[in-house]
């Protein structure tokens, strides 16, 4: 008898691409076959985003599409969190989960095959139910196929940014305890992996329910014998705190790289955010860990048209990825998402111009994180390098700062860390030789 076969497909964040991780090695343990998400499958298991009217817009498009290809979907994440009755009335669909309880997917797939899909989809989640999750829902993953790892250590978010819903569809802060987490790291760095990524929905965040501290568990995961590497999931930037700093520069293992969720570089704008920092902060912050860690590198967030953002404003966002001199930027054109403080607000930016500033924005942080690399390479004429993958004749790497480095196929093992003497820099990518 064939094993049924199942196709996880995700939207969004690295917390939703660890989470259908775990989901997909409980499908294993269940005696299914994985597929990739082209292929035809008995069930499409769809790990959705909400984050963005777009992300929603991508979310109804992939269900729609798995559908069509015949098989049964289930579907889980911020969109069926947020809309589950819309969700289970999308043609195909035969399961909706939320953002509690995922791994109750892969049990509802197994349930599929033995008895059928059901005449009307089972809707296994209620908008309100998040809110009153106060235990983080245990799940790891004990392989990975990249020699990098996210590994979550905490979910929920109590922030109460004007943009966003994430709160409403992840629920208050939950932290997992540092030995389960120790657990999952060792069980990855016995499997060859070398860098393990800390993530959560706001990662600096955890311990704030369990009292332990992110330092704590940096220095702790530090220690695990095979781990090369700690990177941070996106942070913001009040966790930058003098004793953060003074931690991250004696910690060896925690990388000079950090992904700040600044959202703009304009004052006026983050207070109208409900964002907890100023312009001035962030950039002091930002400063002092370039102070004690020379070659830090900063990759950010940055949304343009947020209501009542003039010409003026923007200029200062701009001026701001200048001076901070960021690696690079994720621009989004505010999306205005109902049930937020900011869908009701005035002035809103038109839509065109909104996108137009996104565009200008995009070209600055290109220049930027051109002269950052042409800087780097001039500093550095060569560094260490985790090799992830091969493709056209080239290895593909990154150094410990997060600078992608491609290099002429040398017999290098995925996994290995390897010295790199720099040649060129083209289009964001920094090009070189194995020496060692």
Known sequence: MNSPTASVITLGCKVNQYESEAIAERLRALGFELRSPDERADIYIINTCAVTAEAERKSRQLIRRASRYGGSVIICGCFSQSQPEAAAKISGVACVIGNKGKLRAADEALDIIRNGAPVLARVLVSPSDIADTRTIEEMAITSAPRTRAYVKICDGCEGRCAYCLIPSMRGPVRSR????????????????????????????????????????????????????????????????????????????????????????????????????????????????????????????????????????DFEETADFVRRARFLQL???????????????????????????????????????????????????????????????????????????????????PQSDIRNVRFTAVRDGIVYGEVIT
């Open 177 to 312: 305890k540092t030995e389960s987490i120790i657990s999952e790291v060792t069980a990855l760095a016995a499997r060859g992996v070398r860098e393990v990524v800390l993530t959560g929905i706001e990662t600096a965040s955890f311990g704030r329910d369990t009292k332990e501290s992110l330092i704590g568990l940096i220095r702790a995961v530090a220690e695990i014998p095979g781990i090369a590497r700690i990177r941070l999931g996106s942070l913001e930037p009040t966790v930058i705190t003098p004793e953060f700093v003074s931690a991250a520069a004696v910690t060896p293992a925690l990388v000079p790289h950090y992904h700040l969720s600044l959202q703009s570089g304009c004052s006026k704008t983050l207070a109208a955010m409900r964002r907890k920092y100023s312009a001035p902060s962030a950039m002091k912050r930002i400063e002092a860990l370039r102070a004690a860690i020379p070659g830090v590198m900063f990759t950010t967030d940055i949304i343009v048209g947020f209501p009542g953002e003039t010409e003026d």
């Open 330 to 412: 994720h621009v989004f054109p505010f999306s205005p998402r109902r049930g937020t403080a900011a869908e009701k607000m005035e002035p809103q930016v038109p839509a065109p111009v909104r996108h137009e500033r996104a565009a200008r924005l995009i070209e600055v942080g290109r220049q930027v994180r051109d002269e950052v690399l042409r800087d780097y390479v001039s500093a550095t004429p060569e560094a260490p390098v985790l090799f992830e993958s091969d493709a056209d004749g080239m290895h593909t790497g990154r150094t410990a700062s997060f600078i992608e480095v491609r290099t002429p196929l040398a017999g290098v």
